[in-house]
């Protein structure tokens, strides 16, 4: 099988190592004779599988002891519409005024949240940057918050604008702070205790598709609207170990190999210095000239998501093939954007982002 590397935004590349492990387990998990696909998540084969993936991921984002950790379902999208089921009930009385929910609107996906969210309560953009096609994060100073909202919502890595918060917003006082961190989380330290509410889709940074980590302070498992479906329902699944229903034990498991190799590499502060260097190699390689363009203000810029154009954009499809042709693999921009997006994760390896910046240089003919 020739090398390639898999600039993906998502599911996206993995770790090898990871990768090679699960095939040495697949038939057989550590002498038990099963697949963790067949093992019941009842098991003590599974709880142990689960109960380290759940202590290695506090340790690697330092998760206080108030917060609870959720391996849950329904994807970034499902969870546009979990949140406000889970903690609309906190401003409960003034519901169906309706309540506010503040939102900060970066990109695409904060653009969904908002959208989501718009179907439960009254929704507040707080701030945007849509006029000016979302290059940048609005100066928290600019923010219009309220006071009393239910709960302030950022998008804190925007994967398909490229835009990344170099700041951790400071919602009003008792408001609490919930950020969809997708395709960032793991990639960077960050002080959970500046939140409310920390998820993420899995299949960035974490492992498969199909699992949905939650990161929730223990006060807003309280809050839940009645109609909230109980499977969603924060303080069933934690009440229960994530085991309310059935969790994708599959995927916990892969996550639970992704931590523990993340560990192995020096944790999360390690990873983020390895980050940020492949980040700027790439970003130099862009403005070397004008042959390529990244419109993001380079305070936000991402260092995981790295949207980019041709200058000559009628060079699209050559670009294209001359890459896949060396192996380097989905770099097409989202279609709501276009031109060419490379999604450099944590799995990526300095020698996949060298590969490229050899072939954007090459192609431009410095
Ligand atoms: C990928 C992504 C999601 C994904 O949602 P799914 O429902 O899992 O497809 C949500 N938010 C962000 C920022 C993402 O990058």
């Known amino acids: ?13 993995l770790p090898k190592e990871v990768l090679q492990q699960a095939a040495a387990e697949m038939l057989d998990w550590h002498g038990s004779g099963m697949s963790v696909m067949e093992m019941s998540h009842r098991g003590p084969e599974f709880i142990s599988i689960y109960k380290q993936a759940e202590a290695d991921l506090r340790e690697l984002l330092a998760v206080p002891a108030n917060y609870e950790i959720l391996f849950m379902q329904g994807g970034g999208l499902g969870m546009n ?5 889970n903690l609309l009930g906190r401003v409960q009385g003034r519901v169906h005024e309706p309540a506010t929910i503040d939102f900060v609107h970066t990109g695409s996906w904060s653009g969904k949240s908002l959208k989501e969210a718009a179907r439960y309560a009254n929704v507040n953009v707080a701030a945007s940057s849509q006029a000016e096609g979302f290059t940048y994060v609005p100066p928290q100073d600019a923010w219009k918050l309220t006071q009393d909202a239910a709960y302030l919502h950022v998008c804190t890595n925007e994967t398909i604008d490229g835009v990344e918060y170099n700041f951790v917003p400071t919602p009003p006082e008792g408001v609490p702070l919930v950020a969809d961190m997708s395709s960032h989380i793991l990639s960077r330290t960050i002080d959970v205790s500046k939140y409310g509410v920390i998820f993420a889709g899995a299949q960035k940074n974490i492992g498969p598709a ?4 939650v990161i929730v302070r223990d006060d807003l498992l309280e809050h839940a609207l009645p109609i909230c479906p109980s499977a969603f329902h924060w303080k069933n699944v934690a009440g229960h170990e994530s085991m309310f229903n059935t969790p994708p034990t599959y995927g916990i498991y892969i996550a639970g190999l992704v931590f523990a190799h993340l560990k192995r590499q020096g944790g999360v502060a390690a990873i983020e210095q390895r980050n940020i260097q492949k980040a700027r190699l790439l970003y130099e390689a862009l403005d070397a000239d004008d042959f390529y363009r990244n419109r993001v203000d380079p305070s936000c810029r991402s260092r995981m998501n790295i949207p980019f154009y041709l200058r000559d954009e009628s060079l699209n499809e ?6 896949k042709a ?5 770099l097409k921009g989202h279609k709501s954007v276009g031109g060419m997006r490379a999604s450099i994760y944590n799995a990526m390896p ?3 982002v060298q590969a490229l910046v050899d072939y954007l240089n090459e192609f431009a003919g410095r």
């Open 318 to 323: 050559q670009f294209l093939a001359g890459a």
């Open 1 to 13: 099988m020739t090398q390639v590397f898999n600039f993906s935004a998502g599911p996206a590349v």
């Open 350 to 352: 300095i020698e996949g």
């Open 81 to 85: 519409a979990f949140i406000p089921l």
């Open 326 to 330: 060396r192996g380097l693999l989905q």
């Open 210 to 213: 199909g699992l949905t980590l």
